[in-house]
């Protein structure tokens, strides 16, 4: 499995960016895939998650309202729209695949990662 996120770039307070994760393989509709994000100096954190239909979601606290994930099965991609950003939502953003098709947080579920793409939010 290979997961190439992309749609980052450099964006104004208040503005917005798309961010996409392709995935290969022919399985992606069976898993749940998840976003994180790890600013410089930080731990990698939990941004959004989306069951494997896409009928649930789930969203840390900081983003809940300002994030939204979808996915495509069709198009084995998943997405991370994020409106009214600020400058703490800078950092790289890691797509990834949790084992089974059900949503969480916890980072050690997730099995495969994609290579990051980095978003940068200037004030």
């Known amino acids: 499995v290979q997961l190439q996120a992309f749609g980052g770039g450099l964006v104004q307070a208040g503005g917005f960016l798309r961010l996409s994760c392709a995935a290969s393989?022919?399985?992606?509709?069976?898993?749940?895939m998840g976003w994180f994000r790890q600013a410089p100096g930080k731990e990698r954190e939990f941004v959004a998650a989306?069951?494997?239909?896409?009928?649930?979601?789930y969203y840390a606290d900081s983003v809940k309202g300002r994030f939204t994930i979808s996915r495509d099965n069709a198009k084995n991609t998943v997405y991370l729209q994020m409106n009214s950003l600020k400058p703490e939502d800078t950092a790289v953003y890691y797509c990834?695949?949790?084992?089974?098709?059900?949503?969480?947080?916890?980072?050690?579920?997730?099995?495969?990662w994609g290579q990051g793409t980095e978003v940068t939010v200037s004030s």
């Open positions: 989306i069951n494997w239909s896409g009928s649930r979601t």
């Open positions: 990834a695949r949790r084992r089974s098709g059900l949503l969480t947080n916890n980072i050690k579920e997730y099995d495969y």
């Open positions: 393989g022919r399985t992606f509709s069976m898993y749940a």
